[in-house]
């Protein structure tokens, strides 16, 4: 390293310091992204008369976005505890100044950390208005033009306020920008990003036109599953020791769930969402299953870290660097901590939903093979029929419509089941039994016993018949290779492939007709053979077109 000797000392003066606001503004890509920064304000402005013990805020709060297309304006009003005039003011000539400062002086956008929030608006629209009253004063307003180096206060003009509270708005908006805002959206970032708020006595309201939207809080006691909660308190800053008041510490509120849930465990901070844990690649590189764990869909809930974590400045990961680094390992290593029993949990209902979508797939494939086997059973009746020359006569029969039974009538026809107008006797040609007697034969209802089930058993076979039953199973590698899968790729969510189709059709023909074979006693040719076993494979595979591409579990939807 250099020495140095100071010979004087250099100021940094930066020029138009408003166009260096408008290019950092440029970070926030997207107006939705924008108008989180003024709701935020808004919670922040709540934060003084919210009830710690109660959990609630001491009156109900509202917030009301107004899209105005027509105007290309959009406003956020509040009924929180508003400003007085030296905190509006430095909302334009205090950016930067530190965290600590803006808390004691209650100063807004108290939840980030230079005070640029304000100037979110810079990117999109063209002006900034922000009018604010506190209880028992008047109406002061300030304008901040993104072209000019100066703010200005003006006299606000007679209107409708609450008690207390904040009107700001987005003045001269990209007209192309606004097109692209869809209220739904907005709803749904501000249902994501301030979710854990929702859940206290406020009001978030989205008016778009004649449309309106109310956001709501995601309820996580409706999912069925196995919770993961704990409050971390204490943990490792380098070799030290760290804990905090049980109040103040880690909230680790996880679930892994039953079913399906389209919603990835998120890290928070203060109510606000920082990031999903998966995308955290600070966090991830300490873990052990990583996103196996993290990315899991049936993984869902949050971990509030509080104050003990810094935001970086776009607060989608918190801060590393130094006096910082040992506290973010430190809770980290404590959060990994409860990574087994996640992936146990996991585990737990995959298996579960892997061994109950295999039932879905062997309930659906033993009702195929039930209903081929029955056109099987009347094709080999037809043709024994017809090859009789027994003598035939006029006989009467009468038909129960309520009745489940078959009768025989006339060669390589069946009447039966409900088949006639209803109780009626109907004068058909029968054959006659070995008794010559001139009844209709009545033909008991054939049982297709042949069922289908799945194993997960190590096998060198393929398929395994015994007691009626013909066992596929999935570990043989001809199995593996075939099937699909999901991006978790487990069991639970495979999907069936064209190839899967095809070899579950060879494989369970190969089976049955051996069956069929042997239960009627038939010796058919190899050729005869060979040509009924791929019309039989084809057939199979006609039926379960509709599953291709279908992840298991959905086949409990599918129509059969």
Request: aromatic share 8%; hydrophobic share 30%.
């Amino acid at each position: 390293m250099l020495k140095k000797k100071i010979l004087d000392n250099i100021p940094i003066n930066i020029k138009n310091q408003h166009q260096l606001l408008n290019l950092l503004s440029e970070g926030y890509k997207s107006l939705s992204k924008a108008l989180m920064e003024y709701i935020d304000n808004a919670f922040d402005s709540a934060e003084d008369f919210y009830d710690d013990n109660k959990k609630i805020y001491t009156k109900d709060v509202y917030i009301n976005v107004v899209i105005d297309r027509e105007n290309n304006l959009i406003s956020i009003k509040d009924n929180c505890l508003g400003m007085d005039l030296t905190i509006l003011k430095g909302l334009a000539n205090s950016i930067n100044d530190s965290e600590k400062k803006r808390r004691e002086q209650k100063r807004a956008w108290v939840n980030g950390q230079f005070g640029l929030g304000a100037h979110a608006f810079r990117f999109f629209a063209q002006e900034l208005n922000v009018t604010s009253k506190q209880e028992n004063q008047k109406l002061i307003s300030i304008s901040i033009d993104c072209d000019s180096p100066n703010a200005e206060q003006f006299q606000s003009e007679d209107m409708e306020f609450f008690s207390s509270g904040t009107l700001v708005e987005l003045l001269k908006i990209n007209k192309y920008k606004l097109k692209h805002l869809q209220a739904e959206e907005l709803k749904q970032d501000i249902e994501t990003y301030f979710e854990m708020l929702l859940h206290r006595n406020v009001t978030i309201k989205i008016n778009d036109g004649e449309e309106e939207y109310v956001c709501k809080p995601y309820d996580y006691n409706s999912l069925v599953g196995k919770e993961i909660t704990k409050i971390i308190k204490s943990w490792k800053e380098g070799s030290m020791s760290h804990s905090v008041a049980e109040d103040k510490g880690v909230i680790v509120n996880l679930k892994v769930c039953t079913d399906k849930v389209d919603k990835p465990p998120f890290f928070a901070r203060k109510g606000r969402r920082i990031n999903y844990i998966s995308y955290l690649d600070s966090f991830i590189r300490k873990t052990t299953h990583r996103r196996k764990v993290w990315e899991n869909y049936y993984l869902t809930g949050y971990i509030e870290v509080q104050d003990n974590l810094e935001p970086v400045i776009t607060r989608d990961d918190f801060k590393a660097g130094k006096g910082y680094q040992q506290k973010r390992t430190g809770i980290y290593e404590e959060i990994v901590k409860l990574e087994d029993d996640i992936y146990s949990a996991i585990e737990t209902i995959n298996k579960d939903k892997s061994d109950q979508s295999l039932r879905n797939l062997a309930s659906r494939l033993t009702d195929i093979l039930s209903e081929l086997a029955k056109e099987e059973e009347l094709n080999l009746q037809y043709q024994g029929d017809g090859n009789k020359n027994k003598s035939k006569e006029k006989v009467k029969i009468k038909i129960d419509p309520n009745s489940e039974d078959f009768y025989k009538v006339k060669t390589g026809k069946r009447i039966g089941s409900g088949s006639s107008g209803g109780g009626h006797e109907e004068v058909v040609t029968a054959t006659p039994d070995s008794k010559s007697t001139t009844i209709g034969k009545r033909i008991e209802r054939q049982s297709h016993g042949v069922r289908i089930e799945f194993s997960t058993l190590p096998s060198d076979e393929r398929t395994h018949y015994g007691d009626g039953v013909i066992t596929i199973f999935t570990n043989h590698p001809d199995f593996v290779l075939r099937k699909g899968a999901t991006q978790q790729a487990e069991l639970g969510s495979m999907k069936i492939t064209a190839r899967l189709a095809n070899y579950l059709a060879a494989i369970i023909s190969s089976e049955f007709k051996e069956i069929f074979y042997l239960q009627k006693k038939l010796e058919p040719n190899r050729k005869s053979i060979l040509s009924e076993q791929v019309d039989f494979i084809f057939k199979l595979e006609d039926k379960m077109k509709d599953y291709i591409d279908q992840p298991l579990y959905s086949l409990g939807k599918l129509k059969k």
